[in-house]
């Protein structure tokens, strides 16, 4: 089949890199000029992630890059120590900087798959025996399939699913994300330091450049997700006054070529595709921090592509499976993601020191830590993943 996919992150490209392996014809359109590199850490957490990177031929490529992080210390306004939030709770099994993992899945296709930068679909046209594309720039193309995996902020989940303020679900807090010099010496660890509704933490996995996250909550909060520097101006304005090493960063920030900036926002449909037109990670069922967005996203594109070999070109059947089988996975992760973001950014002095406590008095007790690391793969291992064909890796 002749199918195209909207986004080259994570979702796209792995899927992508099944879909060729099965012997279909790929293209993968992505809206922004070039692959975009930046992001801060994302993460695997046990056996259904690892075992499908595995399956993907990526594991080792990826535990090349991986982030090897320890614990995030958290700190006062002097830079002090307080606490420290133990590394299975971050880090899962394999972390890697999310800029790493679109290189991997990149690099890894690029030779069979077509990629299109700098290009979006503006209109969709369905019929019995096909889909009809068009494009920002370029002639309108006619493709098998269509597989919105462009994020929270889906062109395809708009085009197609209808009502897009109805299918997202703020969960009230931003984040504002990107690189800069390795100013604080850090070396596989972070810093985490907070105040009431906002929160600062600074990591670096391999030494060298630092990533930094500026976090806030406030309900309702509207911005363009297409205008850069309002959103840089948003993060400013918030962190106006903040203590500890805050000024110099907001300072970094304005240089910051890869400033990335989100709500973190849940999507909930009802249906996961329309005729010969599915959605995939994010576009589908993005779920927030702690919703194990990325492994969603790679194991998602595993059983997408899965089925659909397996159905033998029966769409309709292989989408009604996939989402059949995704369904009670995504929910487990949407489900934890929702209570995640009261101990990223607690709203009072008094809370902030109540999950120190708890982090502080945790910390030497060996069981806790295995309770730690039992939480944190919970709902990542949820799933049993189906036994598909596996063409040979070319
Ligand atoms: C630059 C960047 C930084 C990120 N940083 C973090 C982070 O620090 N922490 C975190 O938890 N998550 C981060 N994410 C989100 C994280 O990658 C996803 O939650 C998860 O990995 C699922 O990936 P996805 O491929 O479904 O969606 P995404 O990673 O959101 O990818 C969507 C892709 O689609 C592209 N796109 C959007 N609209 C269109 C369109 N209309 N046409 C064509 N292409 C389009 C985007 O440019 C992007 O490349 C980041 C995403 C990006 C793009």
């Known amino acids: 089949m002749d199918i195209l ?15 060729q392996r099965y012997g279909h014809r790929v293209t993968v359109v992505e809206k922004a000029p070039a692959l975009r590199g930046g992001g801060y850490a994302v993460d695997f957490r046990g056996r259904v992630h690892l075992q499908t990177l595995a399956r993907m031929g990526l594991r080792e490529a990826l535990e090349a890059r991986a982030t090897h992080m320890g614990d995030i210390a958290i700190v006062d306004a002097t830079g002090r120590q307080v606490a420290a939030i133990p590394s299975a ?3 899962g099994d394999l ?6 993992l679109a290189e991997v899945l990149y690099a ?7 990629y299109r930068f700098g290009d979006q679909i503006t209109a969709i046209a369905q019929d019995a025996g096909g889909v009809e594309v068009t494009f920002a720039g370029g002639a309108p193309q006619r493709f098998d399939l269509v597989v919105g995996a462009d994020g929270v902020h889906s062109g395809v989940r708009r085009l197609v699913f209808g009502d897009d303020a109805a299918h997202k679900k703020p969960l009230g807090v931003y984040a504002g994300i990107f690189t800069m010099p390795g100013t604080f010496g850090l070396r596989r660890s972070g810093i985490m330091y907070s105040e009431p509704g906002r929160a600062v933490s600074v990591m670096s996995p391999h030494g060298g450049d630092q990533i930094v996250s500026l976090t806030f909550a406030e309900p309702g909060l509207e911005f363009d997700h297409r205008d850069v520097a309002q959103q840089r ?5 918030r962190f106006t006054g903040a203590g500890w090493r805050t000024p110099e960063l907001l300072e970094a920030m304005a240089h910051a070529e890869d400033f990335w900036f989100d709500s973190t926002t ?3 449909l009802e249906r996961w595709s329309a005729g010969r037109v599915v959605l995939l990670g994010d576009a589908g069922y993005a779920g927030g921090p702690g919703g194990n967005g990325t492994g969603l996203a790679v194991v998602g594109a595993h059983v997408l592509a899965g089925e659909l070999d397996r159905a033998r070109g029966d769409h309709e059947a292989a989408f ?5 089988l995704m369904r009670p996975y995504v929910a487990a992760g949407q489900k934890q993601a929702g209570g995640g973001t009261d101990f990223l950014v607690p709203s009072t002095w008094k809370k902030i020191a109540q999950r120190n406590r708890f982090f502080k008095t945790v910390r030497y007790v060996p069981p806790v830590r295995g309770l730690f690391k039992y939480l944190a793969t919970r709902t990542a291992t949820a799933f049993e993943l189906p036994e598909y064909r596996l063409p040979a890796l070319v």
Do not use: C, K, M, N
């Not at 972390?95 to 790493?100: A, H, I, K, N, T």
């Not at 101006?233 to 304005?237: S, V």
């Not at 009604?320 to 059949?324: A, D, K, P, S």
């Open 320 to 324: 009604g499976h996939y989402e059949r």
């Open 89 to 91: 709770v971050f880090s």
């Open 233 to 237: 101006r948003i993060i400013a304005e």
């Open 5 to 19: 996919i909207s986004g080259a992150s994570v979702a796209g490209p792995s899927l992508a890199l099944w879909l």
């Open 95 to 100: 972390e890697v900087l999310r800029g790493d």
């Open 266 to 268: 849940q999507i909930h």
């Open 108 to 114: 890894a296709t690029r030779e069979r798959v077509r």
